[in-house]
């Protein structure tokens, strides 16, 4: 009996366990093939969890294998050796019809240059990954107005990218990533072709994700100062990591009124 109850309370503390973690990445490897017989290893074996809820960025020179990493993480991209799960399900052996499914349902991308739908509104492309995803199209105005709305980019939502600033495109690429409501945003240097106004900006809509929605992020940034904003930093270098830094966290931010009036 008393074995019977010491069982289960593993059984719960390990489940529990298992339930925070969100991406757990084992000696992930990565490898590209130059022509044979040169193979070039990017990832040297990298190992990372990540729990529900983490604000974590990633910082490291150029070339060091971030945004390496980040599509391994995003499921864009698979490793060469080692295990990825995601939310528990080990994507490695997954067709790739899965794999899409699960990224259009567990992940939001921002990247440094947007990656909008050109001569297509803010609107339709927040409205985009909700149709693959099939809501409605009642369903999907509704959502896209509402998210643009929380990234203060209601008065433009029927521009095109190329009527936007660069700020402005970013916050529709972020409202655009909200889209299915995943539990990740991955961002690949977010703010790298804003100023730092703007970027500031972006960050703090980043930190309201974070803190109010409790959405986990992983930030890639070559910004120290952005970095030591978010309470776990990971550095990486020559596709290792070499070390990981946790800090508590206490800012005091912008409304989202004085956040307009900034871009
Ligand atoms: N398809 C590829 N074939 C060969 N090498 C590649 C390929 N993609 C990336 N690399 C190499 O992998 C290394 C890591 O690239 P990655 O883009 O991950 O760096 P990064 O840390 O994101 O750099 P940055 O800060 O400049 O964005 C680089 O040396 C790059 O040249
Ligand atoms: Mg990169």
New binding site residues.
């Given amino acids: 009996m008393q074995f019977l109850m010491l069982w289960e309370q593993m059984e719960v503390f390990t489940m529990s366990n298992n339930n925070d973690v969100l991406l757990s990445a084992r000696n992930i490897r ?1 490898s ?3 022509g044979t017989p040169n193979e ?1 290893e ?2 040297h074996g990298i190992d990372l969890d990540i729990r529900k809820g983490e604000f974590v960025s990633i910082v ?12 391994i993480l995003g499921i864009l991209d698979r490793q060469t050796a080692g295990e990825y799960s995601l939310n528990g399900i080990d994507i490695s052996n997954a067709p790739a019809k899965e794999l899409a499914k699960l990224r259009n349902r567990h992940i939001g991308f921002v990247f ?1 240059t947007y990656n909008l739908i050109a001569r297509t509104d803010a609107l339709s492309n927040v409205e985009m990954p909700m149709l693959y995803a099939g809501l409605s199209p009642k369903e999907r105005r509704a959502r896209a107005e509402e998210l643009l709305e929380m990234v203060g980019m209601t008065e433009r939502m029927h521009h095109t990218p190329d009527e936007l600033s660069g700020g402005q495109k970013q916050r529709v690429a972020i409202a655009r990533a909200m889209a299915n409501n995943p539990d990740i945003i991955l961002a ?2 977010p703010t ?1 072709a804003l100023d730092s106004g703007t970027g500031r900006m972006v960050m703090d809509i980043f930190h309201d994700l974070h803190e109010k929605q409790g959405k986990t992020i992983v930030l ?1 940034t ?1 910004s120290n100062e952005l970095a030591a904003e978010t309470p776990r930093i990971i550095t ?1 270098s020559d ?1 290792n990591i070499i070390s990981e830094k946790t800090q508590e966290i206490k800012i005091i931010r912008p409304t989202a009124e004085e956040r307009k009036e900034i871009c």
């Fill in positions: 990565k590209y093939y130059i070039l990017i990832l490291g020179q150029s070339g060091s294998g971030k945004s390496t990493l980040m599509n440094q690949d240097e790298g890639i070559h990486i596709g």
